[in-house]
């Protein structure tokens, strides 16, 4: 898949989902296992990036790698981000909050390539001046379920930019995503595009970075996951292709213009989302 010169396979940082500990039970650091299976098919060799505790150790690994996977989990507590939770609101554990959005930032300044997944995507676009839908049901009332409690296969659709990344992936075949979200992406952050929506409501599914020199690209479905397709599975291929790219050349290949101009956000809403917020003294959790 790569050039000789290159003389090893890309290293790619793998985030980690988080317990905290509890009682006489030690945290835990762990991954589930189609993150880790994505990226050995693809071709790359994947590196932990543990909640740790000593964040100087982690950017002693950042300098050995291609590239960073931040893989899915629970919910940004919207309270970072100066906003009040909202009763389906289910925060990660802090400690691994506090951490994701740091490496974020420092994957972000060293323009790592990223890979963004479910959460992480969110994370990505509020990292780089986006913002959020806090519950998809609320703030977009016409919108298709996104989540189904009771189906971990629950799937939707989805409208592809052409040339996009999610293009290279899926071509013009049927395509329908794993959806497992009730927060989304509301104002896409500068110098992102929009490359895939959920059809009919518009939610968006995947955006992509305008950056020369940086790889990013968001996806709000999950290509790991046990209902994944095969087609889905190509992300982490096309990923990893566009790593080695990147590291021969310095250069995001996966830029692209977009065949009209983008659609609005589901902008009634917008301002009525930040309104309809409730204090956090009346959540529980």
């Known amino acids: 898949m790569f050039s000789r010169q290159s003389q090893r396979l890309p290293r790619i940082g793998l985030t980690t989902a988080y317990k905290p500990e509890r009682n006489d039970v ?5 991954v589930f296992d189609g993150y880790l299976r994505g990226l050995v098919e693809a071709g790359a060799v994947p590196v ?3 909640n740790c505790h000593n964040f100087d150790v982690t950017l002693e690994q950042l300098d050995d790698l291609d590239g960073v996977v931040f893989v899915g989990g629970g919910d940004l507590d919207p309270r970072n981000d100066g906003y009040m939770l909202h009763p389906y609101t289910r925060p990660m554990p802090p400690e691994r909050e506090k951490f994701d959005r740091a490496l974020m930032r420092e994957v972000a300044r060293r323009r790592l390539p990223v890979l963004a997944i479910g959460v992480g995507m ?5 990292d780089q001046g986006g913002a959020l ?11 298709f379920p996104h989540r189904d409690p009771m189906d971990p296969y629950h799937r939707h ?4 930019e052409k040339n996009s990344l999610l293009d290279r992936v899926y071509g013009d075949n049927d395509v329908r995503v794993s959806s497992m979200h009730h927060m989304a992406v509301d104002d896409v952050a500068p110098n992102f595009l ?3 929506r959920c059809p009919g409501d518009n939610v968006v599914e995947a955006i992509e970075s305008t950056y020369e020199d940086w790889l990013a ?10 209902a994944a397709s095969v087609l889905d599975r190509r992300i982490f291929h096309e990923f990893v292709k566009g790593v ?14 977009p065949v009209k101009p983008e659609r609005s956000q589901n902008s009634e809403k917008t301002e009525k989302s930040r309104a309809n917020l409730y204090p956090a003294s009346e959540i529980t959790i």
């Open 26 to 30: 030690q945290g835990v650091s762990f």
């Open 48 to 50: 932990l990036l543990p």
């Open 122 to 126: 969110q994370l990505l676009n509020v």
């Open 133 to 143: 839908f806090l519950h998809i049901p609320d703030d977009i009332p016409h919108a």
């Open 157 to 160: 659709g989805l409208t592809i």
């Open 194 to 196: 929009v490359s895939a």
């Open 217 to 226: 690209v968001g996806v709000q479905f999950h290509p790991e996951s046990t």
């Open 244 to 257: 080695g790219k990147f590291r021969e050349t310095g250069r995001n290949p996966f830029l692209w213009t």
